[in-house]
């Protein structure tokens, strides 16, 4: 049976994977390898997790720490050598996936937030909101109990730049 798509075998696995991780860019644990790479139905999960210790032996990939993995200046060279050979849909996906991946990651070194206990029972719910020049805003609430510092610590990462705008618009609004 002939297997249609770009993935027909280990070769094509390895030369997408350099072209994904060479537009990323920050260290990808092997799943987020595998969900980037994943714009082809003929690709495993098996594949990746055979092609990527393969690929930091041959020196094309670095082993970080446990789990993540960039590309070396080798990998780098090669993949401009190979990447023409990535069927050109399978690269608008993939680079769309990886523009996504690079803008959560870097939102995500800009909004940070931790929870923490109080001597009171309740909880502590700190962000802060930074930009390239520094830090704009810290902001601590108090929730009740764990369940909600969870719930308003996920609220606030995702509405940070929203809670953000409407304290400067309110503060600086000027009565009319």
Request: charged share 30%; proline share 2%.
């Given at each position: 049976m002939q297997r249609h798509g770009f993935i027909h075998d280990m070769m094509d696995v390895k030369v997408l994977i350099l072209y994904v991780a060479s537009r990323a860019n920050y260290p990808m644990t092997t799943q987020e390898i595998y969900e980037l790479c994943y714009q082809d139905e003929c690709l495993s999960y098996f594949d990746i997790c055979t092609a990527v210790p393969e690929m930091v032996t041959s020196g094309h990939l670095k082993m970080l720490d446990d789990e993540h993995y960039e590309i070396?200046?080798?990998?780098?060279?090669?993949?401009?050598?190979?990447?023409?050979?990535?069927?050109?849909?399978v690269r608008q996906r993939a680079e769309n996936a990886v523009a996504r991946f690079n803008r959560q990651l870097r939102r995500k070194s800009f909004v940070k937030t931790q929870i923490a206990d109080r001597e009171t029972g309740d909880c502590a719910v700190a962000i802060q909101l930074d930009d390239e020049l520094g830090t704009l805003m810290r902001l601590e609430?108090?929730?009740?109990?764990?369940?909600?510092?969870?719930?308003?610590?996920?609220?606030?990462?995702?509405?940070?730049?929203?809670?953000?705008?409407?304290?400067?618009?309110?503060?600086?609004e000027e009565d009319v």
């Open positions: 070396t200046e080798k990998g780098r060279q090669d993949g401009l050598l190979t990447e023409d050979s990535v069927a050109f849909s609430l108090a929730a009740p109990d764990q369940r909600q510092a969870v719930r308003l610590s996920q609220a606030l990462e995702k509405k940070a730049e929203l809670v953000y705008n409407l304290i400067m618009t309110e503060i600086l």
